[in-house]
């Protein structure tokens, strides 16, 4: 008897699970009118506030050109394109811009296509792209919340494309290309990316981290490889925004277009100086033919991992030290 209440327990115990998993409202957006929404701004506001569970958004193939704002109250919500090809997000603000409606100039924080403050927002098979590829800065994705979870997408621009912005945020980029020309992966997030291609479209910074004295990870790029169009040859993995920017690549394949030296220190910059005796900067097998993946010539002030070094470097430790743990491929 023991034994066969101890079954049905484990039986609906486990059914609660999968119920739990499962979105509670699905939402289709398709520009041609055959979905509940024909943006995905009106579907992300349709959803209830604070929401009791995951909302999934549908967005059928297209280019939507919109401004999108994910607010703080908006949480638990997927977005998923019918292909990363196919479904995109397209915008071309950049600092500088007299706005339309407010009639003021955007600055770099509020040039982006599409800006994330919820929690617990997951994208999957979307291209985010910011087309200003002129002078300033032009902003693609936005992030500020936590436990963000982009797979499979493309995020494309020039300049700061990619914002990974607030102390505190945990962000995870998975099989994502990215692409850009001047520190276009920049902020205070911890963020690890893996098996993503960063694709560099002019000699300049690929990071740019702005991690916080009291935060332990900044960026970490696993099983990453580093592109660039064709003639660009002088590359930097990353200068540091902030006195404390903390950046590592680990087992990731590196391109001719790498520099020797892998880091500037960002000399001239009167408000933070001698960032390069307060920064974290480090390799750890790093791969490839040539000078970009060459640990000898690296700046004396980066570091490459031992074997011992590298092993506090796991997805579970990066993202935990919060009041939750988080774990973005459960």
Request: glycine fraction near 8%; include cysteine; charge should be negative.
């Amino acid at each position: 008897m023991i034994l066969r209440l101890f079954k049905i327990w484990i039986l609906l115990f486990a059914v609660q699970i999968a119920s739990a998993q499962e979105p509670y409202l699905k939402i289709t957006v398709a520009k041609d009118g055959t979905g509940d929404f024909e943006t995905i701004q009106e579907a992300v506001n349709s959803t209830r506030d604070l929401g009791p569970g995951e909302v999934e958004i549908f967005i059928k193939n297209g280019i939507y050109n919109e401004k999108l704002v994910i607010p703080t109250w908006k949480h638990q919500l997927s977005l998923i394109g019918e292909s990363k090809e196919g479904t995109i997000i397209k915008g071309n603000d950049y600092s500088g811009k007299i706005d339309e409606v407010t009639g003021k100039k955007l600055n770099t924080f509020t040039s982006y296509t599409v800006l994330v403050q919820g929690d617990d927002i997951h994208f999957r098979n979307l291209t985010i792209q910011n087309t200003w590829c002129e002078s300033g800065q032009a902003v693609a994705l936005h992030v500020e919340g936590d436990r963000f979870i982009a797979e499979n997408c493309n995020l494309l621009g020039c300049q700061d494309t990619l914002y990974t912005a607030t102390e505190g945020s945990r962000q995870y980029y998975k099989n994502c290309y990215i692409e850009g020309t001047t520190d276009f992966i920049f902020g205070e997030a911890t963020c690890v990316f893996e098996n993503c291609t960063i694709n560099s479209l002019a000699n300049s910074y690929v990071t740019a981290a702005a991690t916080p004295a009291n935060q332990e990870f900044g960026y970490v790029f696993f099983d990453c490889e580093l592109i660039a169009k064709d003639g660009i040859d002088q590359v930097y993995l990353g200068r540091p925004w902030r006195s404390y920017a903390k950046t590592v690549f680990i087992n990731s394949t590196l391109g001719e277009h790498i520099v020797e030296k892998a880091w500037d220190p960002w000399t001239g910059d009167k408000m933070f100086p001698q960032k390069e005796k307060t920064t974290y900067y480090a390799e750890y097998q790093s791969k490839g033919k040539g000078k970009g993946s060459s640990p000898k010539t690296r700046v004396d002030w980066s570091h490459q991992l031992t074997e011992a070094e590298v092993k506090k470097y796991t997805i579970k430790n990066i993202f935990s030290g919060h009041q939750n743990d988080w774990n973005p491929n459960k």
